[in-house]
């Protein structure tokens, strides 16, 4: 069965450092997304991304972030300069292409990046 | 503004017997779609079933249904014949309007017992 897969698993970094999380998303899907979810509190929307340009992002989703399909494959999440509010579990999620108005549109989902923070 | 509430942070059922996780949703679109996800402790986030706004008949996948109340802005979802693998963290999310994102409740822990 198809599924996202994203990497690392768990990644350590010190505050201001940059990290990319990785993303491979279902190879027939056109939309693609990142979610977050701080420990104990919901899932967040950071951004969608659609046709090589972003389509939707968040309040969240500041200068610090940035996404990018640097080939037919990978979809990442770049954080320029990490800070300690930024710990939290990274999810990508793809979706088939359906049009603006529907609301069937299921999201699956990888295994998520723990990103900590120090 | 839209909204999913999840009342419940923790539930248990016994092993075999059925259970109903609740989700309430607020929004003044009238075509959205509801959600449900299983996170296990493993952190994956799993879809389950898919309920449209406009969809006359509850949802069923296998032994998740789905009780959607349209009047109450409810979407339960009900897991029959539990086994020890559903303990999880189980998230309601909708989807709304011309947006693509989901918005999330804070989840109910299930833990089912032996």
């Known amino acids: 069965e198809p599924e996202v897969t994203q990497t690392p698993s768990h990644q350590v970094t010190q505050m201001g450092q940059e990290v990319i999380l990785r993303c491979v998303p279902i190879s027939n899907h056109l939309y693609f997304y990142w979610y977050r979810q701080i420990l104990g509190q919901k899932v967040e929307f950071l951004v969608s991304f659609y046709n090589n340009e972003i389509s939707e992002k968040s309040e969240i989703f500041d200068d610090q972030f940035s996404v990018e399909r640097p080939d037919g494959s990978n979809f990442t999440l770049k954080i320029r300069s990490t800070k300690l509010e930024d710990s939290a579990m990274y999810f990508c999620?793809?979706?088939?292409?359906?049009?603006?108005?529907?609301?069937?549109?299921?999201?699956?989902f990888g295994a998520g990046t723990r990103l900590s923070v120090l | 503004a839209q909204k999913i509430t999840q009342t419940q942070p923790g539930m248990f059922v016994q092993e075999k017997e059925a259970v109903t996780l609740d989700c309430t949703y607020d929004t003044s679109d009238q075509s959205y779609g509801l959600f449900w996800y299983k996170q296990p402790s493993s952190g994956e986030m799993i879809f389950l079933i898919y309920q449209g706004s406009y969809d006359e008949q509850n949802a069923t996948e296998g032994r998740y249904s789905l009780n959607f109340q349209k009047a109450r802005k409810s979407a339960n979802l009900v897991i029959s014949a539990s086994q020890l693998g559903d303990s999880a963290m189980y998230f309601c999310a909708m989807k709304a309007g011309n947006n693509r994102k989901l918005i999330w409740g804070l989840g109910t822990s299930l833990a089912v017992n032996p």
């Open positions: 999620a793809s979706s088939v292409r359906v049009s603006l108005t529907s609301a069937k549109n299921i999201q699956y």
